[in-house]
Structure formats: C-alpha cells, structure tokens
C-alpha cells in the first residue's frame, strides 16, 4: 500500500484545512486509515481512524467536535476546522489491515502550521 499526503499549509487560529490521502496498491474494504501528526518535540499522536469500508469513525478528544475524517475511495480526507496554534504538526496519513496504534503503511507528511 503507497500513500500520499498533501493539502497541507500555514493558516491563522480559527481557519480550516482539507487534507487528503490518496492510497494506491492493495487495501481492501477492511483496511483502516489513520490520521496521526507530530508536533516538534512530541511523539507522534493518534488524531482519527476510519475503515475504508465502514462507518466507524474515532477520534482523538484533543480534535474531537473541530476534525472530520471522511473517504472517497481510494482517497481519505481530513477537514480540520476551528484550528488552533496547538494543531501544529506534520500531520501523517497510514494503513493497517487492523485496528492498531502500529499500522504497517505510512505516507510522507505534510505540514500543517497555525499562527495565532
């Protein structure tokens, strides 16, 4: 499975960003994409996760209300509204065949930076 980040960019506290995974290989219905970043200095946390032939979606209480996940196939999304300067981050989209805080596939980042 190869991935591939983009949409990320600088904007000031209170705006929104659409970031976008495009995935490519094999990743069948029950694959599950990730969203995770990492801020500098910080490990890398967990930000939402959905199934690409699912419902479900989770995410981490430091987004949750502001963050939406969604997925086009084989495209996934992630509208981050209302963002603060704390959302900072290289933000990562990955792939596992399984739920787990470890998947096996990653893209490369992009970066999302906030002023305030």
């Known amino acids: 499975v190869q991935l591939q980040a983009s949409g990320g960019g600088l904007v000031q506290a209170g705006g929104s960003l659409r970031l976008s995974c495009a995935a490519s290989g094999r990743s069948g219905s029950n694959y599950v994409m990730y969203w995770f970043r990492q801020a500098p200095g910080k490990e890398r946390e967990f930000v939402g996760r959905i199934r690409w032939g699912g419902s479900s979606i989770y995410y981490a209480d430091s987004v949750k209300g502001r963050f939406t996940i969604s997925r086009d196939y084989p495209t996934m999304y992630l509208q981050m509204n209302n963002l603060k300067p704390e959302d900072t981050a290289v933000y990562y989209c990955?792939?596992?065949?399984?739920?787990?805080?470890?998947?096996?596939?990653w893209g490369q980042g992009t970066q999302v930076t906030v002023s305030s």
């Open positions: 990955a792939a596992s065949a399984s739920v787990t805080l470890r998947p096996d596939y």
